[in-house]
């Protein structure tokens, strides 16, 4: 979408949407011939809700592109995910609520197993315990030079790094060799501005691989991998883009993390349930004009090929819907930021079943919410950051376009 | 699709691809209301396949465009055929397995028919015979100045012609008015540098009308229309650009030409039947990753406006589907390059009934390869050029994209 010609068309209203993401929605039948997670699942809401919405299939960055969660989570935004880039280690800082200055350089970090001749052998170290995982990223942090490097624990493996000082560029290589039985990489600048960078990242992966070695109690993480290195993205922000007072509701923090970043106020979720989210929905019902609300247990199930699980937090969901409608919002997204088949045991690249009901949404008419279903709507197979506009319209938010 | 995008994800994979491109497949019933070509064949086995696929309509170009096999290919290879145009002299040439070099210029020739006005009474030269067409061939080649102009038939009254030396532009207008009952037109410079290309095209043209005139033997070619005039295209090359051993395997020079042009190694066929091809198809299943398979009837058949040919030919197609299955592929894309219904008697704008078959595709569950029933596939109208990444996805060889 042309942001230039959108922000002209731009028009208050008190209309409500609602964006409900469930992770990697999209599946898979597990046989040929059969049914995804989605139309396995009873859904009597959610098919009551598509009879009454046009249905469609939603590509993130386009054909055959599987894509990670940041990515897929600005598409649905309405951003154009290869013209927005967010390196993954500003995801992950953003989600731990550190708050990121336009100098600072941050990274995704990964705690992992190496051998002794320093090969890979469990990129993950084997999910080491949350508490084990924050004792040691507080002996990780410290200053090099006049760079100071905070780490934090995401949760269990993986962690933010937040690298703060003057002359940090981000244009750097990954460390990470992306799968195990591979040494870790040096880190490399790639333009003369991120030689510090590289540099002193390198010493920092070296004094942590000290420092892990010197840890007094056993656990499995003697390395760190490094990627995902970048700066704060300079994104339009989204409330102001699209005139909508919006908030996010999310548990995870990559996700609160994303919502923070295009500058949607970030709800606190009192206790981490799907239910409690929806409580956190109906309590600030009054306060904004959008709501994003993230379920991230469907791609959990994906991630683990749990075709069971994925079902059945689709049915929890569904149960949750007529508490949505009873807010009678104006317009409902329902979506996914890409699939996650539990046949393929994460992302990839299949279109997304997505949903968009209002009072002024011409339905298709088809009282079925799944993937086939969607492949016959009127939508049709439609990129992702086409559905913001088209959930404005609905909520009588944009004007007639005129030369 | 970006380029750059995908050159970025591609990931090896001991999968393979076979894509079987009918030639001008999509048709028109012959009646309001009727079937087309497509959906009166008895096609069992494509049916079959439908049923476990993804079905879409492609578009070469775009909504409403007719195109020519150059372009038609170039997007069902993955490339735009609006950003990489190649001129149908470069076609014919390297069809003939002509070495062009960068600095050569190609030119599409016909012989055709003049009267004494000068006047083209036909365009095709009555289709000349094949041996006479070569015989005269050769007496047009020639040097003028220090060009050499090499003149070989490609079949019946088409010519390939390669000019060779110093100094030759390619940006030059056509001789062919394009219809019977007008003169030839002058070739002129479009751009200052292809002056003397022009030049001494024109005096080509002149000679070899004497040429012509002079002949001892009664023939129906007494002049030459030329068109299509091109220098070799800087197109990146098909295996590097998705990371494939790409084979194609073809009759017909011309699609034998732009698999060359892509980078494809092109496969001797012993004979010349769609059996053959797909013998061919066998012998070389362990050696390449990427097989394009090629059949031209069904094209020859709507040229000629011969539904029931064209009926008959896509059956016998379908007849051999079975050995293609029998190898296992992990993708099959089955389409064609354009549209060229009977009922036009030649290319045309319709979409082009496309068939994505795999494991990991999110099949339609619709058992039927026809126009209507790909009109109600998920992957909608979509432009020929996203087939490739659907395809390369659906092999597994993309990785996920993250900024």
Redesign the interface.
């Known amino acids: 979408m042309d942001f230039n010609l959108l922000r002209g068309l731009i028009t208050p209203a008190h209309t409500k949407i609602v964006m409900l993401i469930m992770d990697g929605l999209?599946g898979?039948?597990l046989d040929?011939?059969g049914k995804?997670e989605l139309e396995t699942a009873r859904t009597p809401h959610l098919d009551a809700l598509a009879a009454l919405s046009a249905l469609g299939?939603s590509e993130p960055?386009?054909?055959?592109?599987?894509?990670?969660s940041?990515?897929g989570h600005l598409a649905i935004f309405g951003y154009d995910?290869?013209q927005y880039?967010?390196?993954?280690g500003v995801l992950e800082a953003v989600g731990l609520d550190i708050d990121l200055g336009p100098s600072d350089v941050a990274a995704r970090g990964n705690y992992c197993s190496v051998d002794a001749a320093g090969v890979v052998m469990d990129r993950r170290a084997d999910r080491i315990a949350n508490d084990v995982s924050r004792e040691l990223s507080k002996l990780l942090t410290t200053k090099i030079e006049d760079i100071e490097f905070l780490v934090e624990t995401v949760r269990e493996h993986r962690l933010a790094i937040v690298l703060r000082g003057p002359g940090l560029g981000s244009a750097v290589t990954s460390s990470d060799p992306q799968k195990n039985g591979l040494p870790p990489l040096q880190i490399q600048a790639l333009k003369p501005d991120s030689e510090k960078t590289a540099r002193l990242l390198n010493q920092f992966v070296e004094r942590s691989r000290n420092v892990l070695a010197a840890y007094p109690s056993k656990q499995p993480a003697n390395m760190i991998l490094i990627r995902?290195i970048?700066h704060y993205p300079d994104l339009p922000l989204f409330p102001q883009l699209f005139g909508l007072r919006a908030a996010a509701i999310a548990v995870y923090p990559t996700y609160r993390g994303i919502a923070r970043l295009v500058g949607m106020q970030v709800l606190p979720v009192v206790g981490g349930s799907f239910t409690d989210e929806f409580s956190t929905l109906e309590m600030n019902w009054n306060e904004f004009d959008f709501f994003y609300l993230h379920i991230k247990d469907t791609d959990l199930a994906g991630e683990d090929g749990d075709f069971a699980r994925k079902v059945s937090i689709i049915q929890e969901v569904d149960s949750l819907i007529p508490r949505l409608i009873a807010l009678k919002p104006d317009v409902v997204i329902v979506s996914g930021d890409h699939s996650t088949?539990a046949?393929?045991k994460?992302?990839?690249?299949?279109?997304v079943p997505t949903l968009v009901y209002g009072r002024y949404v011409r339905a298709d008419g088809i009282a079925e919410f799944g993937?086939?279903a969607c492949?016959?709507g009127s939508l049709?197979?439609l990129p992702a950051n086409h559905i913001m506009p088209i959930a404005l319209a609905n909520a009588l938010r944009l004007a007639k376009f005129s030369a």
Chains 1, 2 share one sequence.
């Open positions: 999209g898979l039948p040929e011939g995804t299939l960055v386009g054909p055959g592109i599987t894509v990670e940041g990515p995910p290869l880039r967010i390196g993954r995902g970048d088949p046949a393929l994460g992302h990839s690249w299949h279109p993937e086939r492949g016959h049709g197979t």
